[in-house]
């Protein structure tokens, strides 16, 4: 059994460490399901370029800024990180890392309680993680997001051309974390089977994250233009734009690990003494700029088009065409499992060599409708991490009282709502939005609340 314990710590480790999608900041995107509405930031702000010359409707609000109530919760239910405290708690240390309140945890999915029960004999060795179970991802998964928190630029018009969008500090960061299970692992993890003699149990593991930041220039115009181009509801036009972005890169790491255990036969030889081979391998690539001529470049192309006529507005975009990053500092370790010493050993492989990382292509579609007191959106997306879908509606059920509901298939095919209100004084508001998710180790949903003050 003895043999077992670094082989049992390296498959805690190698567990992915929750979920990484990204919440959403805007409580009135929040309320409607996560849709995206605004066009001066948010997703189509980020993947459809031909907005930056879209004029906006009248009913919209010029500017949200979000209240960053979940910051205040991150400080008052920080985990207790001492192991030798008895508030410890490695799976809630987890959870809390994988459900970052960025905005409010209205409802925090609980963490499953930790312990286990184990029972072995000669040919039979059967693991039972009670709660832990639930954590145990049966088919794997695929999760990340692509996050860009602000773009500091200007635009220059050029009348019936268009304008041109000079971005000059755009930051981002992209996650991406591919992780799977073989069946007969499933099986012992997250049903209690008994292991096998002669038997692999493999689990393998791909995580990326690079962040930096971007600059570039947008030429957007219509194509088409009716009165003044649907800000009220009344005539239209067809946009189009294309964006030129460099990229900067400020670091990234990559960890891409196989861990298979092979049981023998008998699985103990002898009391105590058990038969199992353990092959562990894993390859952490990084780098971090030394000076400026050893950061991370290089060039992406987005492209999009808008379509409004009347009430209805179609958007169509794709953004980081042909990206990718090329690294000039990049370091690489392997480690591995010494199966002699029964110990992790770790070697430095090669230093300052030229690596390549993807960004993956994102793309988006999107539909609103928008009436005098109702407005309707939907929209797809797929972006690092998989594919989601978003509807939502808005009803002004009196000229200061806004009511909102949506619904979402997230980027794990789970079903989530959303719900809220949103109150105007003059030019002055006040939004907020709950939406349901599943950013916990567990599949119970939580529940995050969303505040922000809108100028209108």
Do not use: C
């Amino acid at each position: 059994m003895r043999r077992l314990v670094p082989v049992l710590l390296i498959l805690a480790v190698f567990l992915p460490q929750g979920n990484a999608m990204a919440q959403g900041y805007d409580a009135r995107g929040m309320a409607m399901g996560g849709v995206s509405l605004s066009q001066n930031s948010g997703r189509l702000y980020r993947v459809n370029p031909a907005y930056k010359a879209v004029p906006p409707r009248v009913a919209e609000h010029s500017i949200s800024i979000p209240i960053p109530l979940g910051l205040i919760q991150f400080i008052q239910d920080f985990p207790e990180l001492d192991p030798d405290s008895e508030d410890f708690s490695a799976i809630g240390i987890i959870n809390f890392i994988s459900n970052i309140p960025w905005a409010w945890e209205f409802k925090r999915p609980r963490d499953p309680k930790e312990g286990m029960e184990i029972w072995l004999g000669q040919d039979h060795l059967v693991i039972d993680l009670k709660d832990a179970q639930e954590i145990i991802p049966r088919e794997g998964y695929t999760i990340g997001g692509m996050g860009h928190p602000f773009d500091l630029g200007f635009k220059i018009p050029l009348g019936t051309a268009g304008l041109v969008h000079f971005s000059l500090f755009r930051p981002f960061l992209s996650t991406e974390i591919d992780f799977g299970l073989n069946d007969e692992l499933v099986g012992v993890l997250a049903d209690a089977d008994s292991i096998a003699p002669s038997t692999d149990y493999a689990a393998s593991s791909d995580a990326l994250m690079q962040a930096g930041v971007t600059s570039g220039v947008t030429w957007a115009l219509p194509l088409w233009l009716d009165g003044n181009g649907g800000t009220n509801g009344q005539g239209g036009g067809f946009w189009v734009g294309a964006g030129f972005r460099h990229y900067f890169g400020g670091g990234y790491v990559r960890l891409d690990g196989d861990l298979v255990l092979h049981s023998g036969d008998p699985i103990f030889a002898t009391a105590g003494a058990d038969t199992f081979d353990a092959e562990f391998h894993a390859d952490y690539y990084r780098a971090w700029p030394n000076d400026l001529a050893t950061v991370g470049y290089g060039n992406a192309l987005d492209l999009g088009a808008v379509f409004r006529r009347g009430r209805l507005e179609l958007g169509a975009g794709v953004a980081d065409i042909f990206a990718d990053i090329t690294w000039n500092n990049t370091q690489l370790d392997h480690s591995y499992l010494d199966p002699d010493f029964n110990e992790i050993i770790t070697e430095n492989v090669a230093e300052h060599f030229t690596t390549t990382t993807d960004i993956p292509v994102s793309w988006l579609l999107n539909v609103i409708w928008h009436g005098d007191r109702l407005v309707l959106a939907a929209n797809a997306i797929d972006q690092p991490g998989g594919f989601s879908m978003h509807g939502g509606a808005e009803f002004w059920a009196i000229p200061w009282l806004a009511l909102r509901g949506g619904a979402s298939m997230d980027q794990r095919n789970r079903a989530q709502a959303g719900w809220g209100v949103g109150v105007k004084v003059g030019s002055f508001g006040i939004d907020l939005g709950f939406q349901t998710h599943n950013l916990g180790l567990t599949d119970e949903r939580g529940v995050s609340m969303g505040l922000a003050v809108t100028l209108y």
